[in-house]
Nanobody, 126 residues
């Protein structure tokens, strides 16, 4: 049973930056594809970015491409999301998720994930 704990959320002005972290425990972290999802009030949960087990392949939705960077450190059992040039529409609860696979290069849906974190709030406002 893997546990995921996100941190690093907060309030930032438009154009600002944040770095989210997700620490994993209770599983073999390097056997999992990891992803970041977000859910804004009144909206469906959406994929932001994902990274394969080794970190050699990452995927970004159009909304995050060019502004966000996902990375992982398998020695520290942690996945990161660096968010630059934040916009008001990035305001959401951000969730870390994991799927057991060393074959998949990306996540496509939250429905395929095996484990979830509790979420961390990101608010972009002036």
């Amino acid at each position: 049973q893997m546990q995921l704990v996100e941190s690093g959320g907060g309030s930032v002005q438009p154009g600002g930056s944040l770095k989210l972290s997700c620490a994993a425990s209770g599983g073999t972290f390097s056997s999992y594809v990891m992803g970041w999802f977000r859910q804004a009030p009144g909206k469906e949960r959406e994929l932001v970015a994902s990274i394969n087990w080794s970190g050699s392949s990452s995927y970004y939705e159009d909304s995050s491409k060019g502004r966000f960077t996902i990375s992982r450190d398998n020695r520290k059992n942690t996945v990161y999301l660096v968010m630059n040039n934040l916009k008001r529409e990035d305001t959401a609860v951000y969730y870390c998720a994991a799927k057991l696979s060393r074959v998949l290069t990306r996540l496509r849906s939250g429905n395929e994930c095996d484990y979830w974190g509790q979420g961390t709030q990101v608010t972009v406002s002036s």
